[in-house]
């Protein structure tokens, strides 16, 4: 098969699908990998390192898109990128489509083989390619809470870590799923009180047990989410439904319970974000304020830390495209269940039952059309 490397053009996304060692492995495999010239260079993988693989560089997108079979991306394709789909194509990257429905409309029109990392599931239940992004996604979260806490950039002037006789930040995590767990830890390790809240009693015991009681585990419910929104400092949003929008659990007048200057992050904006107040932002311009509190809804937070996060993820991904670029998608949906779970669109079908409540469109599995 041929494999397409283009280079990402989300705003500040310096993540690549494909690390120099992931192309090597494709090679290996008899097929034959196409990269857009420097797709690489903003997580540190030089041209030079994906030839000396038996990859082939490209000198614009348009050549990488056109030519090939599979395409591995980071991000979902974005309006520029359009015009490349077409049918057959097999676009294998993040989609988080139940938030995007012009892509959705777009991959639906050209009856595009789209297989979205987030919703490839493994035999324990996980999300093997979400796990990785989830754990820098967290820890990400807090390091940058923290930072727009600082009355520099609009926030309360709060030290999370507080200091000897002055009391400590507080942080409020809602979702005790891997972001909300990573949070947790990057939050206590600061130094912030932390409380963390889930639906699911299991889990939060669990929470309890393995951080031996520093942080407060609680039921998620209205009226002890709004105690909480009136005493944090950092919020941090990190629910998931697996491809399906996130439920808004901070409604606009749930604000005015908070203290101003306080810190909203919210790690489920690509999927339609938690907070009803949530818009996405960019690296460039990261936060907004509404209400008095300031908004830190990044779209593509790890990207921020592309070497580590192209590492990351292509550990996780790579076994995934191996098995599409030698049975296709079709055979690979058949015998793998788990990889048939990514399968989001596939001939003009909506293959996702969370896409389809979404939009209202009519939901066919996949193992029906293949």
Known sequence: MIIGL???????????????????????????????????????????????????????????????????????????????????????????????KPLTDALLANKVKAVAYETITDPAG??????????????????????????????????????????????????????????????????????????????????????????????????????ALAEADVVVGAVLIPGAKAPRLVRRADLTLMKPGSVLVD???????????????THENPVFIEEGIVHYCVANMPGAVARTSTLALTNATLAGGLELAAKGLERAAADNVHLARGVNTYGGACTLQGVADAFGLPYVPVRELI
């Open 126 to 227: 996980g999300l093997p390619c979400l796990t990785p992004m989830s754990y820098i996604a967290g820890r990400m979260a807090v390091i940058e809470g923290s930072k727009y806490l600082q009355k520099t950039f609009g926030g309360r002037g709060v030290l999370l870590a507080g200091i000897p006789g002055v009391e400590k930040g507080k942080v409020a995590v809602l979702g005790g799923g891997v972001v909300g767990t990573e949070a947790a830890r990057m939050a206590l390790g600061l130094g912030a009180e932390v409380t963390i809240f889930d639906i699911n009693f299991k889990r939060l015991a669990y929470l309890d047990d393995i951080f031996g009681g520093r942080l407060k585990t609680l039921a998620s419910k209205p009226e002890s989410v709004a105690a």
């Open 267 to 281: 790690v489920a904006v690509d999927q339609g974000g938690c907070f009803e107040t949530t818009r996405p932002t």
């Open 6 to 100: 283009p280079k990402e053009i989300k705003n500040q996304e310096s993540r690549v699908g494909l690390t120099p060692g992931c192309a090597a492995a494709y090679t290996g495999a008899g097929h034959r990998v196409l990269f857009e010239k420097d797709a690489g260079a903003g997580a540190g993988f030089p041209d030079d390192d994906y030839i000396k693989a038996g990859a082939e560089r490209r000198a614009s997108a348009r050549d990488v898109w056109e030519a090939a079979e599979m395409i591995v991306k980071v991000k979902e394709p974005v309006e520029a990128e359009y015009r490349y789909l077409r049918e057959n194509l097999l676009v294998y990257t993040y989609l988080h489509l139940a938030a995007d």
